[in-house]
């Protein structure tokens, strides 16, 4: 049986405890969030044949049934403290001022920090540049001496993606990863539909960038089966075909490269990430170590491609996972056809998000997992919307601190228990909590210490504070204020607040989630889409 540990301190005043209690026997009785879809076997066997990570790993629990928790309790080990969101942004970097801000920092228990660069309020929102300019030589130096600064005292330091992998064009990851052409994104489009009587000749000159030509049989009912392949009949680009029989309607599927955005079913994406973006702060750190690294992020993932992705190998994958032809369901992606609709577009969901695991986000955790680090995330739905990515569920598992963002001062029910559920499910050791930005300076710890429990009773046991802000630059400079570290007035008093959540951190991730009810995670009726619903009935699906 796995070891059970209070969700609240027993010393809190009569009403603080009733209220929380009475928050607690809700959650208990509601349970984790379940998502329902098909895995692909590769994906799945990634999630059953996980190894252990390093048994040094700073902030993973322990998972052993018969442990003590209470040493760990009164002395958290290393990783269980605050992480900060480190703005890098506002004033050139200084290493004595680094320095300075490390030491006060680590005085106060933080396990690590978290470096983020802001937007402009320009069209497109690209980051807002600093000097050293990211990623060159001189910012490297600056990297390797934080770095350093942090391995003496035991933090880690990481990098967020926010601004610098948004698919604008403008952006670090934009201009590097995604401007190599080959693992660009691509949508499928019709680029021309025609209908076609037998014994009438149709002609007509295809799009550079054709996948393929589709004729497929037409009735009262839908498409018919029994498509043909009109390959054969393309020369110099130009089709050429007159039916023999029946009624037909010719489609031209194209899919053109997005300068800019990358394809996350791509067999080299996740690859590439990783060779490009997270490998080089390896290469780059004291003796090409990870000991000093930790904390990196992913914050408002966007690829700029939709759901319609398109690979080379799309159709060899779909007829090896399901068992039939590609180009039999993809005309359902864009409109009703038949009975067939919903399975069809379940089908073409579920191959799509089983190459995005496999191929993205499974390449970069793994590099992550294999380093005992933690990885989180606050993407852009929250959960909200089950539909993020093609399934929220089956992406965002693969962080090892599944997360949100709760701004203003506030607790989140819904963004929490998607968390937390994630986390519970597939034995992430962590659930990231990103609060709370935009509260302003007149942010009191009163705020801070109701709203954290509040969002620590429904699963967040990693606290991460928006922001920590390198500079003001003389009060002229601020990103969704507040800071919460040195520039506030309590600063000096904040080390039992710190305290209290690192210790309430390594007890709320100990041991093996257990709960008796299951809530379910609605994933299958969005790919679905309006007007298949009664195809859907026919059919016996409620």
């Known amino acids: 049986m796995a070891r059970q540990f209070p969700l609240c301190d027993e010393t809190d005043g009569k009403n603080m405890k009733t209220t929380f209690q009475t928050i607690a026997m809700l959650l208990l009785a509601v349970g984790p969030l379940v998502a329902v879809q098909a895995a692909d076997l590769d994906a799945q066997a990634a999630v059953q044949t996980l190894p252990a990570p390093p048994a040094d790993a700073p902030g993973f629990p322990s998972r052993d049934p018969n442990l003590d928790a209470l040493p760990g309790f009164q002395n958290p080990p290393p990783g269980y403290g605050e992480v900060p969101f480190w703005w890098w942004t506002g004033d050139p970097l200084d290493k004595e001022r680094l320095a300075w801000q490390i030491e006060e920092l680590h005085k106060k228990g933080i396990s690590g920090m978290q470096v983020n660069y802001a937007h402009e309020d320009s069209s497109g ?27 003496k005292r035991g933090m880690g330091i990481g990098l967020s993606g926010y601004t610098l992998d948004w698919p604008n064009g403008k952006s670090l990851i934009s201009s590097t990863i995604y401007g190599e052409a080959e693992i660009q994104g691509r949508e499928i489009a019709v680029a021309r539909k025609q209908r076609v009587a037998a014994g009438k000749p149709f002609a007509c000159d295809l799009p550079a960038d054709t996948v393929a030509v589709r004729a497929y049989p037409t009735g009262t009912k839908g498409f018919g089966p029994g498509s043909q392949d009109l390959t054969g009949r393309i020369r110099e680009q130009r089709l050429e075909w007159t039916p023999t029989e029946g009624a037909w309607e010719v489609w031209i599927l194209a899919a053109s490269r997005k300068p800019g955005t990358l394809n996350p079913i ?40 939709g759901d319609r992705v398109w690979a080379d190998d799309l159709a060899e994958q779909f007829k090896r996972r399901k068992g039939y032809d590609l180009f039999e369901a993809l005309p359902a992606m864009f409109q009703d056809v038949g ?122 046991n990693l606290l991460n504070l928006h ?27 904040m080390g039992t607040f710190l305290k209290y959540f690192e210790r309430l951190s390594y007890l709320m991730s100990q041991g093996v989630h257990q709960c008796d009810v299951a809530v379910m995670y609605p994933v299958a009726p969005g790919p679905r889409s309006a007007g298949v619903w009664r195809h859907a009935a026919n059919a016996g699906v409620s």
């Open 125 to 151: 929102w690209p980051t807002y540049a600093n000097k050293p300019e990211i990623f060159t030589g001189p910012w490297w130096e600056m990297w390797k001496f934080v770095a350093s600064e942090c391995g």
């Open 266 to 305: 791509h067999p080299l994406a996740g690859r590439r990430v990783v060779e490009k973006f997270f490998q080089p702060f390896q290469d780059n750190a004291p003796g090409q170590s990870a000991a000093g690294l930790n904390y990196f992020f992913h914050d408002e993932l966007h690829f700029g491609v």
């Open 339 to 460: 009975p067939k609709t919903v399975k069809y577009r379940l089908d073409f969901m579920d191959v799509k998000m089983q190459l995005a695991q496999e191929r993205y986000f499974i390449p970069i955790f793994q590099w992550h997992w294999s380093r005992g680090k933690i990885y989180g995330c606050d993407q852009g739905s929250r959960g909200r919307n089950p539909m993020e990515f093609g399934d929220y569920f089956s992406c965002v598992r693969w962080y090892t601190a599944p997360g949100h963002d709760t701004p203003g001062g506030h607790a989140d029910l819904i963004k929490g228990k998607v968390s937390s559920s994630i986390a519970h499910l597939y034995k992430r050791p962590r659930v990231w909590l990103e609060g709370y930005h935009s509260l302003g300076w007149g942010a009191t710890p009163e705020n801070l210490m109701f709203a954290t429990r509040e969002n620590y009773l429904y699963g967040c």
């Open 467 to 493: 922001g920590l802000y390198y500079t003001t630059h003389g009060s002229f400079w601020e990103w969704a204020p507040p800071c919460y570290h040195f520039r506030m007035p309590y600063w000096e008093h």
